[in-house]
C-alpha cells in the first residue's frame, strides 16, 4: 500500500513515520487600554514525513517535486485517505554513503496546507 504521493508520483519507499498536527494562524494586537485581542485566521494542517533512509533516485524526485513550484498536492493516509495542497516548510536530511552508494538518512519533510 502506498502511504504518500507527492504531484501523484510515489517513492519507492513509505514514510517510516507520519506526524499529524495543526498550524494556528492568529493576528493579536493591544488596544489603547493594553487589553490583548486575539483573532483567528485559519487552522491549517501540518504534516511531517520521515524516512529512515532514502535512495538518490527517491531523494532526488522529492527534492524536484517541492522545488517545481510553491504548492504542491500531498496524498496520504492518517485514518483515511487524505490529500491537500500544500507548501514545504522545512526539510532536513543526512548523506550517508553505503559501499559507494549514497544514500540520505534521516530525511524529514514538512509541509503545511495553503
Known amino acids: 500500500m502506498i502511504f504518500f504521493k507527492i504531484n501523484s508520483k510515489t517513492l519507492s519507499k513509505n514514510p517510516s513515520d507520519i506526524?499529524?498536527?495543526?498550524?494556528?494562524?492568529?493576528?493579536?494586537?493591544?488596544?489603547i487600554d493594553g487589553t490583548l485581542s486575539v483573532d483567528i485566521i485559519a487552522v491549517k494542517d501540518k504534516v511531517t514525513f520521515y524516512w529512515d533512509y532514502l535512495?538518490?533516485?527517491?531523494?532526488?524526485?522529492?527534492k524536484s517535486e517541492i522545488n517545481q513550484s510553491a504548492f504542491v498536492i500531498i496524498e496520504y493516509y492518517d485514518e483515511s485517505h487524505k490529500s491537500i495542497t500544500a507548501n514545504?516548510?522545512?526539510?532536513?536530511?543526512?548523506?550517508y554513503y553505503s559501499k559507494g552508494t549514497l544514500i540520505w538518512k534521516?530525511?524529514?519533510?514538512?509541509?503545511?496546507e495553503v
Do not use: C, H, W
Request: proline content about 3%; overall charge negative.
Open 19 to 31: 506526524e499529524n498536527g495543526k498550524m494556528i494562524l492568529q493576528n493579536a494586537e493591544r488596544t
Open 88 to 95: 514545504a516548510e522545512d526539510i532536513s536530511y543526512s548523506p
Open 55 to 62: 535512495s538518490d533516485v527517491d531523494f532526488k524526485k522529492l
Open 106 to 112: 534521516d530525511v524529514s519533510l514538512s509541509f503545511v
